[in-house]
């Protein structure tokens, strides 16, 4: 796979992490429904959060890496 096509999954894997992230603050604090459910509202609330973190938090590591490494390669 080449660097660009990387890039582009790396930013769509952030891009999937946040809103998933927004998802679960949205459906925690403003949802009716979440809140009729109970605890297993508060689980697919939390499970939300928990896999757009999963997503999102170590992609940004490793997209920034790969950027600076591309940096330096274009100022040697």
């Known amino acids: 796979m080449s660097d660009n096509k990387l890039i582009l ?3 769509l894997c952030i891009t999937m992490g ?6 679960g603050i949205y459906c ?3 949802s009716e ?6 605890v297993k509202g508060i689980m697919i609330s939390a499970m939300c959060v928990a896999i757009g973190m999963a ?5 940004k590591m490793y997209l920034t890496f790969i ?3 591309r940096e ?3 100022s040697q």
């Open 72 to 74: 330096t390669e274009k």
């Open 33 to 38: 429904t979440i809140e009729m459910m109970g």
């Open 55 to 59: 997503l999102s938090l170590p992609t």
């Open 18 to 23: 946040i809103s998933l992230i927004l998802l």
């Open 9 to 11: 999954v790396l930013k």
């Open 28 to 30: 925690h604090n403003f």
């Open 67 to 69: 950027l600076v490494k």
